[in-house]
């Protein structure tokens, strides 16, 4: 049984409805992190399970038990923030142990738990130092620290590293995944970056528009998205659409084109999707597993790779190559569609 369930959640402000008959699910031990744009839900569905507020209809169950009305202060939930929410006036010794004087833990126990974490997190040494005396980082592991140190039944992490810097936060994620990882606590983290939501969960939940489009592994989700919202979100911009022949696994594009698959899929009307470095451009003439001709209309020079927007006569593609073959615009081209890395929808 999962530790923790959403059944059939409707949720909002006032008359606007945000989560509509959302189910969710998290077992014991996992980091989950909920995925999407500004907007879609993620971070109503955190607030309600920590308690900050109620549904409109739907059940939340936490370890067997109904927590739809328990009070937030009766949730033994550990929260971290965006902004850190660290007591400005209290050294960081003081921020840490507060979650342990509030549950009326020993004065000795507090300082032997205090201490044990801070050395967990590398924060040793920085007992009687306050917040503004250190730097994002710093005060972001304070900040983990303090919700770990109660021991949590459950993690919440809203959006904890978009103040840091790009170098930072790849740190910090690495060092939430190794803290996770170390006392196998149960976790649920929003974000709205892919790089980093991947990098660190069990699971993700893309959501859009108040449901889940999908839930699964960050490799599930990444090689195998399930509907075109999912797609797109995860890199694939090149799309078109198929009909089915007589032959297995061999479709026909719009143009009359046969695109052959490595794996087919039930469906007259299919959509089909491939990354842009799934693709390899060869010049016109050449011969090519899935040939579309087409022609440069753009050539943006990224680095490392070439970046080529070629029309076809099923649509515009996206393809990204290395340096060794270089194109101009108006350049005619055949595309190559890699079989295996076409996707279907």
């Known amino acids: 049984m999962a530790l923790l369930e959403l059944q059939n959640i409707t949720a909002g402000y006032d008359n606007n409805v945000i989560l509509k008959d959302l189910n969710f699910q998290v077992e014991k031990g996992e980091l989950v992190s909920l995925l999407g744009s500004s907007g879609c839900g993620k971070t ?5 399970i920590a308690g900050f507020s109620n549904p409109m209809d739907g059940t939340f169950i936490f370890d067997g038990k109904d927590y739809t009305q328990v009070p937030l202060n009766k949730r033994n939930f550990g929260f971290v923030f965006q902004s850190y929410a660290l007591f400005p006036h209290m050294t ?20 032997k738990e205090v201490a044990d974490m801070l050395e967990t997190v590398d924060l040793k040494g920085f007992e009687n130092r306050f917040p503004k005396e250190m730097s994002g980082g710093q005060r972001q592991r304070v900040a983990l620290a303090r919700a770990l140190v109660i021991k949590p039944d459950l993690l919440l992490l809203d959006e904890p590293l978009s103040n840091l810097d790009a170098k930072l936060r790849v740190k910090m994620r690495v060092e ?5 990882q170390k006392f196998g606590f149960t976790a649920i983290y929003v974000t709205h970056d ?9 699971k ?3 959501m859009n528009h108040g449901v889940i489009e999908q839930m699964d592994s960050p490799s599930a989700i990444y090689n195998h998205p399930k509907t075109e919202f999912i797609a797109h979100f995860v890199g694939f911009e090149n799309f078109l659409d198929l009909k089915r022949t007589e032959e297995a696994n061999v479709y026909l594009a719009a143009d009359g084109s046969r695109v052959t698959v490595t794996e087919g899929k039930e469906g007259d009307a299919l959509k089909a999707c491939i990354r842009p470095e799934d693709i390899q451009i060869v010049p016109a003439g ?11 209309m753009v050539s943006t020079f990224l680095g490392k790779r070439n970046q080529y927007n070629v029309r076809t006569a099923v649509g515009e593609f996206e393809v990204s190559t290395d340096q060794e073959s270089v194109y101009k615009i108006g350049d005619q081209v055949v595309l190559s569609l890699t079989p295996n890395k076409i996707i279907l929808l």
């Open 286 to 296: 050449t011969d090519a597993v899935n040939p579309l001709a087409g022609e440069v």
């Open 176 to 180: 939430i995944r190794r803290l996770q």
């Open 44 to 48: 109503t569905t955190l607030r309600l």
């Open 204 to 206: 993700v939940a893309i």
């Open 92 to 111: 960081v010794f003081d921020n840490v142990a507060f979650g342990l004087k509030m549950r009326k833990v020993s004065p000795e126990q507090i300082q």
């Open 194 to 202: 892919q790089e980093e939501c991947f990098a660190i969960s069990d």
